[in-house]
C-alpha cells in the first residue's frame, strides 16, 4: 500500500512507526534523554523490541501479549529483560 501511494505522489514517506526508530527518538528528544536512559517494554519482538533495539535502548519483554518465550529465546540479540507481565516486572 505504501509503495503504491509512494508511486502514485512522487514523495517518499517518513515511516515513524514501529519498528522504525524515528518515533523512539522523537520521544527521547523531547524527554531530554540518551538512549542509554530508556528501557522500552513492549509485548511484540518485531514491533516494539526491534525499534528499540535499533534506536539503542534497553528492552523488556512482557510475555502478556503476542511473543511467546520461545520466540524471545530465538531472538538476537534478545531483549535486556523478560517478565511474564507488566505487574510481575514491577515486582506488584
Do not use: C, H, Y
Not at 505522489?9 to 540518551?34: C, D, H, T
Not at 533495539?53 to 511473543?67: D, I, K, N, P, Y
Amino acid at each position: 500500500m505504501l509503495a503504491a501511494i509512494s508511486s502514485a505522489s512522487g514523495v517518499e514517506p517518513i515511516v515513524i512507526g514501529k519498528p522504525a526508530p524515528l518515533l523512539f527518538e522523537m520521544a527521547a528528544k523531547r524527554m531530554g534523554l540518551n538512549p542509554e536512559q530508556i528501557l522500552v517494554v513492549g509485548d511484540r519482538l518485531e514491533t516494539d523490541i526491534a525499534g528499540a533495539q535499533e534506536f539503542g535502548a534497553r528492552t523488556a519483554l512482557v510475555l502478556s501479549g503476542v511473543s511467546t518465550l520461545l520466540d524471545a529465546q530465538a531472538w538476537s540479540p534478545g531483549p535486556d529483560l523478560i517478565a511474564p507481565s507488566l505487574s510481575a516486572m514491577l515486582g506488584m
